[in-house]
């Protein structure tokens, strides 16, 4: 199964990215799915978190209030909407996706929680 990350770029600071994910398969369907960040000589940082049922959310508390995770089941997209961005929001982005399961409200913070990767898109906010 394959992440396709889309929508990083570079940004003045207090603007908005939204990024996408999109999953090459359905079989995703059912799994949580996640954004992490990451920066060189850094361990690679939870930011969002959805379960498959799109109704449990979960944010680091760096982002929460201004960074929004969402879902498109018809779609087989997820979505990070990134608002009132801030320099240190620099990272590399990737989305990541749980293995399927029965527990439709479950999500998950940790790198090992997750079998599928993006392969990463850069966001830059200047300041």
């Known amino acids: 199964v394959e992440l396709i990350e889309s929508g990083g770029g570079l940004v003045q600071a207090g603007g908005s990215l939204r990024l996408s994910c999109t999953a090459s398969?359905?079989?995703?369907?059912?799994?949580?799915m996640g954004w992490f960040r990451h920066l060189p000589g850094q361990e690679r940082d939870f930011i969002a978190a959805i379960s498959w049922g799109g109704g449990t959310t979960e944010y680091a508390d760096s982002v929460k209030g201004r960074f929004t995770i969402s879902r498109d089941h018809a779609k087989n997209t997820m979505s990070l909407q990134m608002n009132s961005l801030k320099p240190e929001d620099t990272a590399v982005y990737y989305c990541a996706a749980h293995r399927p399961d029965l527990n439709s409200g479950a999500v998950y913070h940790n790198t090992y929680d997750y079998g599928f990767w993006g392969q990463g898109i850069q966001v830059t906010v200047s300041s």
């Open positions: 398969r359905r079989t995703l369907v059912n799994a949580a």
